[in-house]
């Protein structure tokens, strides 16, 4: 295969939880090629899964069904020494910088932890030199090298969770929402960081996010969730010029532009809101908010169809809409 | 000329407690027209919060302490009135939407009862039990809820549904001033847009004066018609939508906010424009412009203290820079 096998791929995955309800469909059939030094966005709702499937796929939530595949290999028959060599070159940077970092231990306590932990160097003093470089590289000023996270702002703690996933040297990093919980101008530094650091040590990402900006500015790919399924993929660009899910159309109508001319361009609202993801039974899950609904919509699952090589959609009017 | 509704003159609030002083608040004033929506943009700990309770008297009791200015509302300075006085207007004259649905609800009412509480504290017009219920109907219908739902507690609704409860109740008594605090911030983008839509068929209905507090210029360019950007407790610009979003000349901490948006008309993968550092610590600004530490204009007279400068009858901004003729 050489140049053309991705770096990440899941076939037919699943995750479902048991509830007293019924079984909750939280990722539904979910297959992704991720290629390297590219990054795919995953944007939706809540409650969609995106972030289910982001901690399935690290195997931090154990699939139901389907196979994650990194480099060729299928991660889900691997056992957990296997795995914990695996997580080496797999990390994720979590949503919320004020609750994924221990506020009992010091920056470089945090940072180094990782290493010390998988013994990647020989002695504690190179563990340090490289926490100090980390540091260095996502812009954290050494003087706050004995700080404790609640004496930083979000921005910096987030900076902390990004060094402490660059610790490992990953090839391949899942963001759970990395700046949704910071202020816009902290934002946008940390999504420059976040590119620079592509470029310069070719990650690749799976960038989950509910921030449709967010999304197109970072991803080279974007699939859209909702309710556990993918209901349309395309290359970011394509995917915002030329919508082709009614889901997708109204997701990104409803983005509130800061441009005045937008101001009086009409918003194509959804009717009603997300149905339950437990046992959502057969059809499209979004027909019930859908004006384009038909019979058949609910007759029968609606299959993810390729509208050109790269732009799939799962709706049996695409081709209308 | 169209009639003013508000006007906030000096105002400056701060938080005391024995270990520090946090200065939130430090000299703003404006003033907002009837049926007018003024957007008040910032970021975190700008300052934008505290304006709107000071605005409505409810500040924490000791801990924050309102330094000096007026807001006058109808002529009349809110921070003098006795708080029996005070209490007749909340609610009634002036309404809140807070931020987060979740916690703005009590847990252990219907929302009917929740909505009618607002009618029965403000019952001017002596209306009967029927009446009142027959108002929380209306309003209701109005924000979309079946009245029939009345009898329900807040957890039996959604976000995006908790949301429309509270704008019911903001709406019950008709203020003339409305606030809304971050009112779409915790709410999915379909469910925002429904519920921004929502606001403003209700807004124009009425003719509700609005002060919008957001730090999604994305939301101020669809809701609003005159915009202050607050940052570090101050007003460092103002002006009509116009002047903000398409004006030539800005103060460099709108520049640095704009820029900071990612846009969706950039490729994907183009680095964004960032503001360096952070915002001041508020127990210990610095001298005279706030922004300085994060300028990349910064010069010697930065450390005076800022003027507005106008830049045209309706835009100000407090930078000096801007004084030169371009």
Not at chain 2, 61 to 90: S, T
Request: with cysteine; charged share 25%.
């Amino acid at each position: 295969m050489g140049a053309s096998q991705p770096l990440l791929e899941t076939r037919n995955l699943k995750k479902y939880f048991n509830t007293a309800a019924g079984k909750l469909h939280a990722v539904d059939d979910i297959s992704v090629r991720i290629m390297r030094r590219e990054t795919l966005g995953v944007v939706g709702e809540s409650g969609c899964g995106k972030s289910t499937l982001g901690r399935t796929i690290l195997r931090l939530i154990e699939p139901t069904d389907g196979a994650i595949l990194f480099k060729g290999e299928d991660i889900t028959r691997l056992k957990a020494a296997g795995m914990r060599e695996m997580r080496m070159r797999m990390q994720i940077i979590f949503q919320d910088p004020y609750s994924s970092i221990n506020p009992r231990m010091s920056v470089s306590e945090i940072i180094a932890e990782y290493m010390l932990f998988h013994k990647m160097y020989r002695t504690r003093a190179e563990a340090w030199n490289r926490t100090a470089q980390l540091m260095n590289t996502v812009g954290l000023a050494r003087r706050l090298a004995n700080a404790y996270p609640h004496e930083l702002d979000g921005g910096r703690r987030q900076r902390i969770g990004i060094a402490r996933a660059l610790s490992m040297n990953p090839e391949f990093i899942v963001c759970d929402e990395p700046v949704s919980a910071l202020d816009v101008s902290i934002q946008a530094q940390i999504l420059n960081l976040l590119l620079e650091l592509q470029r310069e040590f070719g990650l690749t990402y799976l960038f989950i996010t509910h921030d449709l900006s967010v999304v197109k500015h970072i991803s080279d790919e974007i699939m859209v969730m909702y309710l556990g399924q993918c209901v349309e993929q395309a290359p970011a660009d394509e995917l915002f010029a030329n919508p082709r899910h009614p889901y997708t159309k109204a997701l990104l109508s409803a983005i509130p532009v800061p441009d005045i001319s937008m101001r009086d361009r009409e918003i194509v609202t959804i009717r009603g809101e997300v149905k339950s993801p437990i046992n959502p039974g057969i059809g499209c899950r979004f027909a019930g908010r859908c004006e384009y609904a038909l019979d058949r919509c609910l007759q029968a699952d609606v299959p993810l169809v390729g509208l050109s090589e790269k732009h799939l959609c799962a709706c049996v009017r695409a081709g209308e809409v | 000329m169209a009639e003013t509704l508000l006007e906030v003159k000096d105002l400056a609030v701060k938080y005391k407690t024995d270990l520090e002083t946090v200065f939130a608040v430090n000299g703003i004033s404006f003033s907002l027209n009837k049926g007018e929506t003024l957007g008040i943009v910032g970021e975190t700990g700008a300052g934008k919060t505290t304006t709107a309770l000071t605005i409505l008297r409810l500040l924490p009791e000791r801990v924050g302490v309102v330094g000096k200015g007026q807001v006058l509302f109808e002529g009349e300075d809110l921070l003098a009135l006795p708080e029996h006085d005070m209490m007749k207007k909340r609610g009634d004259k002036i309404s809140m939407i807070f931020q987060d649905p979740m916690t703005s609800l009590n847990p252990v009412h219907t929302i009917g009862g929740q909505i009618a509480e607002a009618l029965r504290l403000h019952n001017e017009k002596n209306r009967t039990r029927e009446q009142l219920e027959a108002r929380v109907d209306e309003v209701l219908e109005m924000v979309g809820i079946p009245p029939s739902r009345k009898g329900d507690y807040p957890h039996q609704f959604s976000g995006g549904m908790k949301q429309r409860v509270v704008i019911a109740m903001a709406l019950a008594c008709e203020p003339d001033l409305l606030i809304a605090d971050e009112p779409t911030t915790a709410l999915d983008v379909t469910i925002q847009a429904q519920v921004l839509l929502l606001m403003r068929e209700l807004r124009d209905r009425l003719q509700t004066a609005m002060i919008l507090i957001t730090h999604d210029l994305g939301v101020v360019a669809q809701m609003c018609d005159r915009v202050a950007v607050m940052y570090a407790g101050e007003l460092v610009e103002k002006g009509t939508l116009a002047d903000i979003f398409t004006g030539a000349r800005h103060h460099p901490y709108t520049q640095g906010l704009f820029g900071s948006i990612p846009k969706l008309e950039d490729e994907s993968k183009t680095l964004l424009h960032p503001i360096d550092g952070l915002m001041p610590d508020p127990t210990d600004l610095p001298e005279g412009c706030r922004f300085l530490p994060r300028c990349p204009h910064a010069c010697e007279k930065c450390k005076e203290k800022q003027e507005d400068i106008a830049l045209s009858p309706t835009h100000t901004a407090r930078c000096h820079m801007l004084e030169r003729k371009v």
